[in-house]
């Protein structure tokens, strides 16, 4: 087992690699970038220590989230000048395998700190608890003018160092000194409130329309998450609420941006799955609508895209991990919802069937076409389509065949329109 170095600078190299070698008689692997230094990591796990000079690239953070990702645990040496180790220290957090030196040191306090962290590391078990933080993407945090809520950077494995406290402001020159990273933690009991305030920031002044395709995706992953992370941890309580109204938005801001054929090309990677299948279902069922034999209205928009974030929840709690069961969950999300007020009853409907099938095989209630809710037959084969297309590659779908195997089933009543509505939203 050898070290890793990291730094641009061949003189530093030099010097890093001379102290490893006098202690492990190993050669240090070198790495110029961050970049490198994953690549390195990828092939050999087991270095014994890893050396990165500072200023920090702005690769770094998708090396520590590698090494996060994969429960790699490398004892981590930061090194700066005497005039930099100030922010260093500000960055990088206090723990027992992490340290912080100035390089201008003389040999023998680089060795003994390098000695200390390998001593360290030999004792030290990797069987931490899981982190309890969450992580937004920095730049959902520009042109905010104030931090909501404490905010953390991840510098390595389970430690968090916070970098900005609640109500601290926040501007440009701040935020580039942590270019080098792609994300903000907060404590993940403040995550759905620290993302309400970040997402209603972004989308003040009706500007939501103005947004891109890709951002209100941004937006509405981030928006789910909280809504149901929140769920999850409270119950749906009023912060939810404005969560689930923010995602309503979100979704009939980008159905009149784009069709869903287009959409849909995107495969757009969006996690957690769910959240995929939930914008999905609703986008592909108000392609639908315009389609059917009634005549569709705001209302009904609404009921869809309702039905689509919330036709699960009765599944919770389990972070996004719980499979599907024929467990009474339509009537536990039931149970759930009835914290809405004026919820439209059609909702509830469309809930409560949106597992029964046309001849009669589905649960809860075993309902055949003919007593299944006209509006949650068409959310059935909403369903169920979307359900193929998550499963499936982008590049494998051929919406021909899924159709065709979707006719099968739905040939009777509200689901053989629904079928045509399908072909027809797609442009079939």
């Known amino acids: 087992m050898n070290g890793l170095i990291i730094s641009d600078s061949a003189p530093l190299q030099m010097r890093f690699s001379a102290s490893l070698w006098q202690i492990t008689k190993q050669p240090a692997d070198l790495a110029s970038s961050s970049r490198h230094a994953l690549d390195l990591v990828k092939t050999n796990k087991n270095y014994q220590i890893m050396i990165c000079t500072y200023p920090l690239d702005q690769h770094i953070q998708e090396l520590f989230d590698y090494l996060v990702t994969n429960n790699i645990s490398i004892p981590v040496l930061f090194t700066a000048s005497n005039q930099d180790l100030a922010l260093l220290y500000h960055l990088i957090p206090k723990s027992k395998n992490v340290s912080v030196i100035s390089y201008e040191k003389d040999e023998t306090v680089i060795t003994n700190t390098i000695n200390r962290l390998l001593r360290i590391q030999n004792k030290t078990s990797t069987d931490l608890p899981p982190p309890k933080y969450k992580k937004i993407k920095i730049n959902f945090f520009k042109n905010i003018p104030l931090a909501s809520h404490d905010l953390y950077i991840q510098c390595f494995e389970h430690f968090f160092q916070k970098i900005f406290s609640a109500s601290q402001p926040l501007n440009d020159a701040l935020l580039d000194r942590y270019s080098g990273y792609k994300y903000f933690y907060v404590k993940l009991n403040d995550f759905p409130a ?151 009853s059609e909702i509830e409907k469309i809930i409560l069937q949106h597992h029964e099938e046309s001849d009669g095989s589905g649960f809860p209630m075993g309902l055949k076409h003919n007593m299944i809710n006209p509006l949650a037959q068409i959310f059935i084969v909403a369903r169920r389509f979307t359900e193929s297309i998550c499963n499936l590659g982008q590049d494998d779908i051929d919406y021909h065949i899924v159709i065709e195997s979707l006719e099968q089933y739905y040939h009777q009543g509200y689901f053989k329109l629904a079928i045509e509505a399908l072909k027809n939203g797609l442009g079939e």
């Not at 951002?215 to 992953?221: N, P, S, V």
């Not at 990677?269 to 959240?275: G, L, R």
């Not at 279902?281 to 928009?301: D, G, I």
């Open 194 to 344: 620290a993302s309400y305030h970040l997402i209603k920031a972004q989308t003040k002044d009706d500007s939501l329309t103005q947004e891109s395709e890709s951002m209100q995706t941004e937006l509405f992953i981030l928006a789910y998450h909280s809504l149901y992370l929140g769920i999850c941890q409270f119950g749906l309580n009023q912060l939810s609420i404005k969560l689930l109204e923010t995602c309503r938005r979100i979704i009939t801001s980008l159905a009149l941006k784009t069709t869903l054929k287009n959409y849909l090309k995107n495969d757009w990677d969006i996690e957690p799955t769910q959240a995929k299948h939930s914008l999905y279902l609703a986008l592909v069922s108000l392609s639908m609508l315009p389609h059917m034999s009634f005549t569709a209205n705001k209302k009904h928009q609404d009921i869809f895209i309702l039905a689509s974030l919330l036709y699960d929840i009765g599944q919770l709690p389990g972070e996004f991990k719980s499979p599907p069961n024929e467990t009474p969950h339509p009537q536990n999300t039931l149970d759930l919802i009835k914290a809405i007020d004026n919820l439209p």
